[in-house]
């Protein structure tokens, strides 16, 4: 999900643009396209003519997603919620991980700026300790990952932000449980 | 958030649906989908990417809405199919107004009996094909527009058997078809 702003926008976020608003969709759809996406690039990536529109609907679907963790992160939170459940089909399981990273780093970015986030910050936790404990490895290998990246992205802006410092903490305890797991 | 939690885990395209409306959409989002849908069942069938039944689900829920929005909305689809094959469109659009004027005449087609009521609309479709056989120029377009017209005029030569007041309407198709080339 890239915050770098895309060059076409497909996508768009509660109406920020002239795209196809993500906040109207329900979170199958969200994931259809996403889904439908990657697919696509992936057939490009192995050969399939190079088609710009695909590339920038990829981008764009990413910065509308980016956006909205950073405009209203419960409406993702929620997201994740319901696509961390271990009933999920698996591909949408991982969608819910790669939205829990986005909004972590998101919302790492929103702290940065001075907005106070830790309420959603530390509600995310739980939905880390339920990844730990889905019975699919490849959601777990998956999630364990993003973590990883996650817990080392708070842990070293802890050392200038001390307000990261809780959520680098609990981060951590999932981490080591995790491993114990 | 507590309707996200409500959302039926349904994907469909439609007026009449709940999901995202063919007919609201930006023509450019429409194509963008369109062309993401394609390539992502090219994946599929090239065996590059898993099956994938979202890939089809996507993929009819799009074409179904195509064909609910020409029998609802006839005008507003045969407007975007006209302007996707206009001369000054780059081939992928040009090729996706083609793949509409296709979805749009056959669903006409496949409406059994057909509703002669429309027959503005039955009428139109020889000298649709007629113009695009002119006005296509990129070879690629060109191939993959017969191949639509023809799927068009076999339906209505099949079709024009047990329905007679659509005889003249194929006998034409079958002319531009046989034309194409030539043209």
Redo the contacts between chains.
């Keep these: 999900m890239s915050s770098m702003e895309p060059s076409a926008q497909i996508f768009e976020f509660r109406r920020e643009g002239h795209g196809l608003d993500i906040a109207k969709m329900t979170p199958y759809q969200l994931f259809v396209l996403d889904r439908m996406s990657q697919l696509a690039l992936t057939a490009m990536d192995m050969g399939a003519p190079r088609e710009n529109m695909v590339k920038d609907a990829a981008d764009s679907l990413g910065y509308a997603i980016g956006r909205a963790c950073i405009k209203d992160p419960d409406w993702v939170n929620a997201l994740v919620d319901h696509y961390t459940q271990s009933h999920q089909p698996q591909a949408q399981q991982l969608f819910g991980v790669s939205l829990l990273e986005a909004l972590h780093n998101a919302l790492m970015d929103n702290e940065a700026s001075g907005q106070d986030s830790r309420k959603v910050l530390m509600s995310m936790p739980p939905a880390w300790r339920r990844l730990s404990q889905a019975p699919d490895p490849a959601v777990r290998e998956s999630a364990y990952q993003s973590l990883c990246s996650v817990a080392d992205l708070y842990a070293r802006g802890s050392v200038e932000q001390e307000r990261f410092v809780y959520v680098a903490l609990a981060l951590d305890a999932v981490k080591a449980n995790w491993q114990n797991t | 958030?507590s309707d996200?939690?409500q959302?039926?885990?349904?994907?469909e395209f439609g007026p009449n649906g709940?999901?995202?409306n063919v007919l609201e959409?930006?023509p450019?989002?429409l194509?963008?989908?369109h062309?993401?849908?394609a390539?992502?069942m090219?994946?599929?069938d090239?065996g590059?990417?898993p099956r994938?039944p979202?890939?089809r689900?996507?993929t009819e829920a799009l074409t179904g809405a195509l064909v609910q929005a020409s029998l609802e909305n006839p005008g507003r689809v045969y407007g975007l199919a006209t302007s996707y094959t206009a001369p000054d469109q780059p081939p992928?659009e040009q090729l996706f107004g083609v793949k509409l004027f296709e979805l749009f005449h056959t669903s006409w087609l496949n409406c059994e009996p057909v509703n002669l009521d429309v027959g503005h609309v039955l009428a139109g479709v020889p000298s649709t094909w007629g113009r695009l056989s002119r006005t296509l120029t990129n070879p690629q377009v060109r191939a993959g527009a017969y191949e639509s017209l023809q799927a068009v005029a076999s339906l209505y030569d099949r079709v024009s058997l047990d329905q007679g007041e659509l005889a003249p309407a194929a006998v034409a198709l079958a002319r531009v078809e046989e034309n194409w080339h030539t043209a």
């Excluded at chain 2, 959302?7 to 994907?11: D, G, L, R, T, V």
């Design positions: 958030m996200v939690q959302s039926a885990p349904k994907f709940v999901g995202l959409m930006p450019h989002e194509f963008v989908l062309r993401v849908s390539l992502a090219k994946a599929v090239s590059v990417a994938d979202v890939v689900e996507f992928g």
